[in-house]
């Protein structure tokens, strides 16, 4: 189960570069977003999952909780993921609301995919459909989504080429029981990484 962190912007409350607290100094958080922190604490992700908290962004709001997600094959990352909670009292225009969650998420890619022309569409269905299948309703959806590639030379270590794809995702949660997006945040990464469904094995092993 993971645990509570929150931070707040302003001088008070400045902690170090990569330390994560749960200490406070000031006003409290507003109890919205503390009930919303505890929501998330108590996701389960699956086995290949790794979810961590992890020093949440200083500017986006006034108050933030980040968590950190990853599937690896023991030699590499396939993938990498964050999720972000922003809190804002008073709300932004485009949030549509005072609680904004945020998502990144690069994957690895097999080559015979990384040309894909409908690579991006995918990607994005990717997050539409466990944000559906988890029942974590939201509004103001939007994002984009990356296809990059990355060729090594010289005494760079690691394979000659690489393609990856990127995502990044915002929404606004409907209520402050973020437990389903949690849900939907492992979820999607347990997709990425080409993992089937819990309690299925797989038909064709990743490359490695």
Not at 3 to 28: F, I, L
Not at 35 to 40: F, G, K, M, Q
Not at 130 to 155: E, I, K
Request: hydrophobic share 40%; aromatic share 6%.
């Amino acid at each position: 189960m993971v645990g509570h962190a929150w931070s707040r912007v302003g001088p008070r409350a400045q902690a170090a570069p990569g330390v994560v607290t749960d200490t406070w100094e000031g006003p409290p958080p507003p109890e919205v977003f503390r009930r919303a922190v505890s929501t998330l604490g108590r996701v389960q992700p699956r086995p290949e999952v790794r979810l961590e908290r992890i020093r949440p962004p200083q500017r986006l709001a006034p108050f933030s909780h980040a968590l950190a997600g990853r599937i690896d094959d023991g030699d590499r990352e396939l993938v990498t993921a964050r999720l972000v909670l922003l809190h804002d009292p008073d709300g932004q225009d485009s949030w549509d609301g005072v609680l904004r969650v945020v998502a990144y998420l690069r994957a690895e890619l097999e080559t015979e995919v990384a040309g894909d022309p409908l690579l991006p569409g995918v990607g994005w269905s990717w997050l539409t459909e466990a944000l559906h299948a988890a029942g974590a309703g939201c509004t103001a959806l939007g994002g984009t989504v990356t296809q990059t590639s990355s060729a090594r030379f010289g005494d760079i270590a690691g394979p000659e080429r690489t393609d990856d794809v990127e995502l990044r995702a915002s929404w606004t949660p409907l209520g402050e029981d973020l437990l389903p997006h949690a849900e939907a945040f492992c979820e999607l990464i347990a997709v990425a990484a080409g993992l089937p469904p819990v309690g299925v094995a797989p038909l064709v092993q990743r490359n490695s």
